[in-house]
């Protein structure tokens, strides 16, 4: 009966933003936690868990979206810890990975690679190929904001070669990662690298970004940064403003700032 509302509320936020749904999941976890403390059978207790982690994982990024950094911890610490009273080591992993970002934006950036790190070696050898191209990609980036290009780039290649097949996995629904988000995630660990020779490369990502507001908003300011590295301000000025238009249909406080950053050196 809870499980589809977190469903129903991942797509509005990737295309919408966190603000479309705050309400609904604060609601939804409130409901599924109370749920849980009166569960009796371990067979139900199990399923509530799985779902306040799956609810609570997507509620402590949307924080880090928001810039709420210390909700988004506690959400996350719900969540792992739900996680592992359903016994789903994909869902404690990627609640995991996903909580290194609040490190990762308070500047944190080496406890923010341990904790992914740790959470690949948790469990390794149960986690499907998704999760670890996945977590692959996570320690690239947190790699790149250490500047440490070469594990950077070793990690995408891992990423890429953990990629199945046929990225779509019913039990990982919470996951959205292809080759096309591969791309964009190791041209924005580039950018970061001060390598601004992936013009091209993010340029045709953004066209596989269909539905996904605030990451393609993301893949516009790192086509900004890429260019102003360049020197073509003009053509930095224009993805700029359209990455604006996204961020304020987002409400993203993350990319926001980021676009403050960049606007103030064109």
């Known amino acids: 009966m809870t499980a589809p509302v977190t469903q129903t509320c991942i797509r509005p936020d990737r295309r919408l933003g966190a603000a479309t749904v705050a309400d609904e999941m604060t609601a939804h976890i409130a409901q599924v936690d109370q749920l849980l403390k009166h569960a009796m059978l371990p ?17 402590g990024w949307q924080g880090v979206d928001r810039g709420t950094l210390p909700q988004s911890w506690e959400h996350f610490e719900r969540a792992k810890a739900a996680a592992m009273l359903a016994d789903d080591p994909s869902i404690q992993a990627f609640a995991t990975g996903e909580q290194a970002y609040v490190l990762l934006d308070l500047g944190q950036a080496e406890s923010a690679l341990q904790l992914i790190e740790y959470a ?32 950077s780039l070793r990690c995408m290649d891992l990423a890429a070669a953990a990629l199945p097949a046929d990225p779509d996995d019913p039990n990982l629904p919470y996951l959205a990662l292809n080759l096309v988000h591969l791309a964009r995630w190791r041209g924005s660990c580039l950018v970061q690298l001060g390598d601004s020779q992936v013009i091209d490369s993010l340029t045709d990502a953004l066209t596989g970004m269909n539905g996904f507001t605030r990451a393609t908003a993301g893949l516009r300011c790192d086509l900004a940064e890429a260019l102003i590295a360049q020197g073509r301000t003009d053509e930095a000025k224009t993805h700029l403003a359209e990455a604006q238009k996204l961020i304020t249909v987002a409400g993203s406080a993350r990319q926001r700032r980021r676009y403050v950053r960049l606007s103030a050196r064109v």
């Open 120 to 151: 690949h070696a948790q469990n390794r050898s149960k986690l499907p190929g998704l999760m670890h191209s996945w977590l692959h990609a996570a320690e690239a980036e947190a790699h790149a904001a250490l500047g440490h290009e070469l594990d």
């Open 43 to 59: 067979t139900q207790r199990a399923g509530l868990a799985h779902v306040l982690a799956d609810a609570s994982a997507l509620a």
